[in-house]
Structures are given as C-alpha cells and as structure tokens.
C-alpha cells in the first residue's frame, strides 16, 4: 500500500486535520514582516532643523530658513539645505513680518543639515526620524528591506534541510524561537547595525516558519485538498498583509512598538503551534513508525475514521527515483533547455521584482498609505482563486496563463506611467492595484510550469537557480520606490512595464505542459514532441509504450532542499521565499499513477 492510499480510509480533510491546517494558517496571519517594512521605514516630510527659530511655528521656520525644491512652487521646501544666514541681524518683528523676497538676497549660499525635524501628521516616529534615514543616508532606509530579504534566503535553503533532518514540527519550533530572538534584538534597537541584525534575523526566522507550516500543511492531508489547502494558506497570508495597515495604524505612534508589531502575536503562535503533530509522512520515511501510526491514529480518532483493517506501517511501499540528478550546468548544454531554463530565470526575477516592488513602496503611491496596503493585500485572494482554475482550463493551460498575466501586468505599468506624469493619482494607484493582482497570478503559474518544464534530473537545479534570481530580485525590489522616483516618478512603472511585458513575449516561446507527460532526462526532453497547446485529459499518456518517457519521478523526503520536496509542486503558491503555485487538478490522478509526489517552495514572507 502506498502512503496517499491510507487517506481513503482516515479522510482527506477530516475534522481533525481541518484543525490542524486552521491552526497553520492563523500563525501564517502573521509572517508578514516584509511588509511591515511599508510602516517601519515609511517616509516622513522633513526639513532641516535651526535652532536659531525654535521658538517659532514650523512654517514660519520653513518661509525663513528653508529654500524651495522647485523655485515655481512656493509651497515645497528642500528638506535638506538651509540657508546660510547670520539670525543675530535680525529682529523679532523681522521674524514675524518675513518676506523672502526683500530679506533673502538671490545669491545666498545654502548648507547641508545634520539635523532636521519630522512632520507627524501620519507618523509619529519611524527608523527614518529615529535614525536619520534621510538625505545622504536615505539609502539605508531600502537596505534594512534588503537585508531582510537576505535574511529570508538564507532562512528558505537552511529551513528545508533542516527539516529534512530533524522533522518539520522541530525545525518549526526552532525557526519560530529564531524569530523571537530577532524581535528581542530589533524592540529594543538603539542604534542602525542592532537594527539591521534583528530584521536578519527575523528574515531567518519568518522564512523558516512559513515554509515548514506550508509543507506540514499540505503532508497533513490527503491529495484530493492539496489545493484548497495549499491556497489556504496562502488567503492566510494575504489576510496578514491586509492586517499589518490597521495594526500599524494603531502602533503608529512609536516605533518600537512597530517594530515589535508582530512579536506579541509571535508568542501566541508559538503556543499554538505546539500543539501540531509531527508529519506522519516525514516519520514513516524516517523509519519511525511507531511515531507514524500513533498520529495516524490520532487523526481517526479526530475524523472518527479508522485505519484499513489489520494495518502496520510495515504494509506501506515507499517508491525511489533511480533517475541521477546533475548540477546546474546541465541545464546549458542543451539547446532546448537552455532555452527554458534562461526564460524561467527571468520569469522568476520578473515575478519577484514586480511583486515585492509593488508591496514595499505603497507608501509611494497616491492616497492613504493604510488604505493603499490594505487594497494591495486584497487583490490577491482573487488572483490565488482564478489562478487555479486558469491553469487547468485547456484553452489556456500553463503556456498563455502565464504570458497573458505578464502582459496585462506590464500594460497596467505602462498606462499607469502617463497617470503618474499628469496626476491622475488614484487612477495611477488603481492600475498598480490590477498590475499586483496579474503579477501574483504569474508567480502562482511559474511555480507549476516550473516543476513540468524540467525533467527530473535537473528538476532540483532547474528550479532552484531560478528561484535564486527571484531571491536577487526581491533584494533590490526596495531601491525600485523612492530612489527612482526621485530621478524620474514614472520610471518604476516604465521597468515593472518593460520586464512584465518582455517576460510575456518569451513566454509564448514555452512549449505547453498541460496534458504533456512528466519527463525523466533531458534527452527525453529534446526528443518529445512538445505542443503549443494543451492535450486534452483523454490524450494525456506518455508517447507510445516506451519506458523512456514514464515520468516516474518520485523523490525520497528524506533529501530534497525546500524547492524538490516533491510533495507540494502543484498544490498551491507560497510567496518568500520563495513564494507556490496554483494547483493542476485535471492532473492530479494521472500523476499519482506515475508515483509523482508534489512539492513546492515558499515565497511569501
């Protein structure tokens, strides 16, 4: 007996497995430390300080001190010259009767400041106004993001192994206690390094989380709910960065207690998740099969299910690959996978460049910050439900859902450039909003086309290369905000429109997956008569009776990093790190036939 037949018996989706996956899904409401990078480092309005004026209003500190940034547009100041001027020349009423124009000579020279004062209208305090992040510094502001980001990659390729080894419920409690130390470090922060070391951290420990949850999820149940709840628990997540505005707001007053926004919650999680069990599957790989039945049995007891009759794990097969896997230069040496491997590396890169962009630089967008963030988390519940049936649906299939989102994401990009330029703010912040929800149904579809486009023996390399390009994008995903918009406010738009559109042209280049069988080499891969279009459901069986082209990839849990645990590929998306895809349902049986076992990587974080 294979292990996916045992949930005949003890249920799919039970009561007690439903549970389970609630209690995932309300600790992935809460790894959303990415995002809260929108409020943590939000942009406050400054100028420069003049302790010569303290004893007078704001504005009036601006009308005498500050020069204009635009010399046409009296009602913007420089926030980061002042002008040199001896204040002991003048009088109270000089003060308080200023005109610029008679007391400021056209030559004046200006200085740079070292000190400046905020604005709190929106703000009362962000690491901007704590730390200076502004004017020659403010690149430091972006680079807290990247160094989270780093933090999420090291956090993605350590988190797999690991679990691998010692078992997903430890490896989750041990990132999770990683993820508390990084708050420890981050509240109390009273200098930029102790910062940057606590959001590294918190990368570490947040990816790890997400990541083990999503495959302890997804082993928990049986295939038929694969999908509902792989997309589950990415609705989780989504939920999570609609949450991080209203909490936000209500901690907008001190920073510290942003920056700890989601470290009180933390501790409740780490409560509930103790009360999750060990992967029945991870045990009885790992010989440990007393361990295995009992939560088996456990999950009867809860579904009032019983185990087949007479059962002991000892009835249970377990398949292997004989395939060999190879390095990452077999991916060049063929003319057609070359082809796809450099496509979905930038496939990739697109995906993340966009969608982290379009998360992290809200603030930059016309409108309400809190409001802005919450439409942006929005936007993709949808996108993750359509997505699914999208990729199954034969006129389509994997090949134009994946080119057609990427095109309708760039021209949102391109019309949101003249919105931009003529001040159509809202119209402009709409269109970023259509563009986010397009881009996260293209990552949700690069997963699964991924996963089908790579024979087995490069399968492992083939997506973990490119999800190594995402990770890259996702770093400077920061800089792609105010940095830009500061050269030329268009300019993001004008790149998030050229990569997503140049990304859907060279998808058309892709052969069709959808129907085709799984393939083992790459030789068969060069020999297969690939297809434009999708095969129907009735015509989806491997060419002619050859042994060469059966797609009997099966992968022992035991070895995979996060990217080829070959349990979850086409069970749903996760973001970080990585963040899924939509599922194949059309597939599903036909692939299990073949021993195929699914498996995912994470990239929401």
């Known amino acids: 007996m294979k292990f996916e037949e045992l949930y005949d018996s003890i249920g799919h989706l039970g009561v007690y497995q439903a549970c389970l996956v609630a209690v995932i899904c ?38 005498i001190a500050i020069p204009w940034s635009d010399p046409n547009d009296p009602t913007t100041y420089d926030q980061c010259q002042v002008y040199r001027l001896n204040y002991s020349h003048y009088s109270h009423e000089d003060f308080l009767t200023w005109n610029r124009t008679n007391m400021i000579p056209e030559s004046a020279e200006t200085l740079t400041c070292n ?74 922060a009273v200098h930029y390094a102790m910062l940057s070391v606590g ?144 496509i979905m590396d930038f496939s990739w890169f697109t995906c993340s460049l966009v969608y982290y962009s379009l998360s992290l630089n809200t603030g930059s967008m016309s409108g309400d910050i809190f409001v802005n963030t919450m439409l942006s988390g929005f936007v993709e519940i949808p996108a993750n439900i359509v997505c699914i049936f999208l990729l199954d649906w034969h006129y389509l299939g994997r090949r134009l859902t994946l080119s057609g989102t990427f095109l309708i994401a760039g021209l949102c990009s391109f019309i949101g450039a003249p919105l931009t330029i003529y001040n159509y703010g809202t119209a402009s912040t709409a269109m970023a909003m259509v563009g986010k929800a397009f881009v996260t149904m293209s990552f949700s579809v690069v997963y699964v086309f991924s996963t089908e486009l790579f024979p087995t023996e490069v399968r492992h390399v083939g997506i973990g290369t490119a999800s190594m390009f995402a990770r890259i994008a996702s770093m400077i995903a920061p800089y792609m905000g105010a940095p830009l918009i500061d050269i030329w406010e268009p300019l993001p738009s004008v790149i998030f429109g050229s990569v997503a559109t140049l990304a859907g042209f060279l998808g058309l280049l892709l052969p069709e997956t959808l129907g085709h069988p799984l393939l083992d080499t790459i030789e068969q891969t060069e020999q297969y008569q690939w297809k434009k279009t999708a095969l129907r459901k009735e015509k989806s069986s491997p060419p002619q009776q050859s042994d060469a082209y059966v797609a009997q990839v099966s992968v022992d849990d035991r070895s995979p990093p996060p990217y080829d645990d070959q349990e979850f590929k086409e069970d749903g998306r996760s973001r970080d790190g990585s963040e899924g895809g939509g599922a194949v349902p059309g597939q599903r049986q036909q692939q299990q036939q073949r021993g195929i076992q699914e498996t995912d990587l994470c990239y929401q974080f």
């Not at 680079?143 to 078992?167: C, E, N, P, Q, W």
């Open 26 to 63: 309300f600790s992935s409401l809460f790894t959303v430390e990415s995002i809260s990078m929108i409020f943590v480092g939000a942009d406050m309005p400054h100028w420069c300080q003049v302790p010569e004026l303290a004893n007078y209003s704001y504005e009036l500190q601006r009308l």
């Open 199 to 342: 959001r590294f951290v918190l990368g570490i420990g947040t990816s790890g989380v997400f990541l083990t949850t999503y495959v302890l999820a997804t082993e928990l149940v049986g295939p038929r709910f694969r999908t509902p709840v792989g997309v589950g628990v990415n609705i989780a997540f989504s939920v999570g960065f609609m949450l991080t505005a209203p909490l936000s707001y209500a901690v907008r007053h001190d920073i510290k207690y942003q920056v700890a926004s989601m470290g009180g919650p933390a501790l409740l999680i780490l409560l509930t998740l103790l009360l999750l069990p060990e992967s029945p599957r991870w045990l009885a790989v790992n010989g440990r099969t007393a361990k295995a039945q009992k939560v088996l049995e456990d999950i009867c007891k809860g579904n009032r299910t019983s185990l087949p009759e007479n059962f002991t794990m000892d009835d249970l097969q377990e398949e292997s690959s004989d395939v060999e896997k190879k390095t990452c230069i077999e991916l060049l040496r063929s003319p057609h996978l070359r082809l796809r491997t450099l």
């Open 115 to 188: 000190q400046w004062i905020y604005e709190q209208s929106v703000f009362v305090s962000t690491i901007v106004s704590r730390f200076d992040l502004v004017c020659s510094s403010a690149y430091l502001n972006q680079l807290i993001s990247t160094i989270y980001m780093f933090g999420v990659l090291i956090g993605v390729t350590s988190s797999g192994a690991i679990s691998d080894k010692i078992g997903r419920h430890k490896t989750l409690l041990l990132y999770m206690l990683i993820r508390l130390l990084g708050y420890a470090i981050a509240f109390p």
